[in-house]
């Protein structure tokens, strides 16, 4: 599986602060969720940061819309926001593969993988 820029910008990364660097400059393609998207009923529960979780976009321009407080987390959000793009609705086990072979799983904390755990769950619950 070829992985998508943002993702393979991340994977081709050696060392942590470089992994860091470039999932933060991945939250740069992040479009800004708007503020009336951020209700309560948006808000990914369990997750430390604040995140939120659009998946009923009605304009077809994305799969899902995210945004989060914490820079490493919209950077996560914007690669799977770009793999969700390109391949359509994945499955729990089709994000997590996506994600392992993105080489993520190993440059986070056991809160963050808790956290994308949830936004998948959510993501993977639209298929």
Request: glycine share 8%; with cysteine; charged share 20%.
């Amino acid at each position: 599986m070829t992985l998508p820029p943002l993702a393979a910008g991340v994977s081709e990364a050696r060392g942590w602060d470089n992994v860091m660097r470039h999932i933060m400059l991945a939250g740069k393609h992040l479009p800004v969720l708007p503020e009336s998207f951020r209700s309560a009923g948006n808000k990914i529960a369990g997750c430390q940061s604040n995140v939120w979780l659009d998946v009923n976009t009605e304009d077809g321009a994305a799969p899902f819309l995210a945004w989060s407080d914490s820079k490493v987390i919209r950077g996560l959000l914007a690669v799977m926001l770009e793999k969700a793009a390109l391949s359509g609705p994945l499955t729990v086990g089709e994000w997590q593969e996506f994600l392992q072979q993105a080489g993520l799983e190993r440059y986070l904390s056991e809160s963050r993988t808790n956290g994308l755990r949830y936004v998948i769950a959510v993501l993977a619950d639209t298929k």
